[in-house]
Nanobody, 120 residues
Framework: QVQLVESGGGLVQAGGSLRLSCAGS????????MGWYRQAPGKQRELVAA???????NYAESVKGRFTISRGNAKNTVYLQMNSLKPEDTAVYYC??????????????WGQGTQVTVSA
């Protein structure tokens, strides 16, 4: 069984910073791409940033220059450093991972989500 557990959300004032973490655990053989998505009330879930197993990154235009995605040394962790936060960044942030489990087919897994609230 594969699990993704997120941490690091919270309430911050505009201009502040937060760092989100996500760790994968369970019967994992390898993880390729990991990413962060967010969903604000009444809106669709959108990609914030993604990073491949070899470190290639992709960012939403709205967060370029402010957010940085990175992988941990163990490669089953992913971080999102969020700087210069704006009220429009308020959303539930979800971690995702393209996982090849040891005894199951490759699939995309999701974390439970962590709330990020940016006050004006």
């Amino acid at each position: 069984q594969v699990q993704l557990v997120e941490s690091g959300g919270g309430l911050v004032q505009a201009g502040g910073s937060l760092r989100l973490s996500c760790a994968g655990s369970g019967t994992i053989f390898t993880i390729n791409t990991m990413g962060w998505y967010r969903q604000a009330p009444g809106k669709q879930r959108e990609l914030v940033a993604a990073i491949t197993g070899v470190g290639l990154t992709n960012y939403a235009e709205s967060v370029k220059g402010r957010f940085t995605i990175s992988r941990g040394n163990a490669k089953n962790t992913v971080y999102l450093q969020m700087n210069s936060l704006k009220p429009e960044d308020t959303a539930v942030y979800y971690c995702s991972a393209d996982v090849l489990p040891i005894t199951q087919a490759r699939a995309t897994y999701w974390g439970q989500g962590t709330q990020v609230t940016v006050s004006a």
